[in-house]
Nanobody
Framework: QVRLQESGPGLVKPSQTLSLTCTVS??????????WNWVRRPPGKGLQWMGVIAYDGSIYYSPSFKSRTAISRDTTKNQFSLHLSSVTPEDTAVYYCAMQEELRLGATEYDWWGQGTQVTVSS
């Protein structure tokens, strides 16, 4: 059973960079053909896909976030990370890391989820 756990600050100031890490257990982030996603749910809104890093290190971003987002990984720690720059209060959301057993760009279904972490952008 794959487990994902998000970690990072719960409060970020406007214009700063939001950085979150997802620690994976029960499976390797380099296992073919796993894909590791970041999604978020702002209050009162639907789920928003932000980007994905695949088992081979390929990275794909949502056009909505591409200019402000960077996804990276540390295979030695079995972790992958999200960095969202120039945040505003509109970036307040519950952020999730989520895994697909096979990359499905544009899909909204995921095979495994983290529990999510609340991030609030406020001065």
């Amino acid at each position: 059973q794959v487990r994902l756990q998000e970690s990072g600050p719960g409060l970020v100031k406007p214009s700063q960079t939001l950085s979150l890490t997802c620690t994976v257990s029960g499976g390797s982030i380099t296992t073919s053909h796993y894909a590791w996603n970041w999604v978020r749910r702002p209050p009162g809104k639907g789920l928003q896909w932000m980007g994905v890093i695949a088992y081979d290190g390929s990275i794909y971003y949502s056009p909505s976030f591409k200019s402000r987002t960077a996804i990276s990984r540390d295979t030695t720690k079995n972790q992958f990370s999200l960095h969202l720059s120039s945040v505003t209060p509109e970036d307040t959301a519950v952020y999730y890391c989520a895994m697909q057993e096979e990359l499905r760009l544009g899909a909204t279904e995921y095979d495994w989820w983290g529990q999510g972490t609340q991030v609030t952008v406020s001065s």
